[in-house]
């Protein structure tokens, strides 16, 4: 036997040995009561908070814009 087909069997055998252990079950369990409780959080996809963090920046961006034009006119207002 070789050792890829012996690593292979082991594999195999260890596989098979999990889904037929509790093991599986309670893996399945964990991940429903998880999914359960992420879904309470409210929390948000990484894709979502990435559009929101580019909104975020061009309005930032447009606000130092705006703050800097304001200050230009403020100082041509007080100049005689």
Known sequence: M?????????????????????????????????????SKLDLVTREEFDIQAQVLAATREKLELLELRVTELEVQLKRP
């Not at 082991?10 to 369990?29: C, F, V």
């Open 2 to 38: 070789s050792k890829s087909n012996f690593f292979e069997d082991m594999q195999s055998k260890i596989n098979k040995a999990i889904e037929n252990s509790p093991a599986k079950d309670i893996e399945k369990n964990v991940k429903a009561m998880l999914s359960s409780g992420f």
